[in-house]
């Protein structure tokens, strides 16, 4: 079992920048997948990045690519989302998610998660 809990959300301007965070409980942190996920008002929640176990490997969605940067320290059983340039299009809810990394390589998809953290707002003016 592992318990997630996001931290960083908050209200920001066009062009700044965001830090998220996760804590996750749990020996086992280390060898899971992370992902964060976000879902705007009246859309379907959607992939924004993952990264595998090791750190090794990361995956972007095209709208965050360049933009955001997903990192992870197994030791503080943390994963990261460095969000820079923001637009009004990012606002949403943010979450993040574990899942088995069955191959070292990350996940991408929403069903390959397991578990999900209560979610963080992301509010970017214009």
């Known amino acids: 079992q592992v318990q997630l809990v996001e931290s960083g959300g908050g209200l920001v301007q066009a062009g700044g920048s965001l830090r998220l965070s996760c804590a996750a409980s749990?020996?086992?942190?280390?060898?899971?997948?992370m992902g964060w996920f976000r879902q705007a008002p009246g859309k379907e929640r959607g992939f924004v990045a993952g990264i595998s176990w090791s750190g090794a490997s990361t995956y972007y969605a095209d709208s965050v690519k360049g933009r955001f940067t997903i990192s992870r320290n197994n030791a503080k059983n943390t994963v990261y989302l460095q969000m820079n340039s923001l637009k009004p299009e990012d606002t949403a809810v943010y979450y993040c998610?574990?899942?088995?990394?069955?191959?070292?390589?990350?996940?991408?998809?929403?069903?390959?998660?397991?578990?999900w953290g209560q979610g963080t707002q992301v509010t970017v003016s214009s």
């Open positions: 998610a574990a899942g088995p990394d069955d191959y070292g390589l990350g996940n991408v998809l929403e069903r390959e998660y397991d578990y």
């Open positions: 749990g020996r086992t942190f280390s060898s899971y997948a």
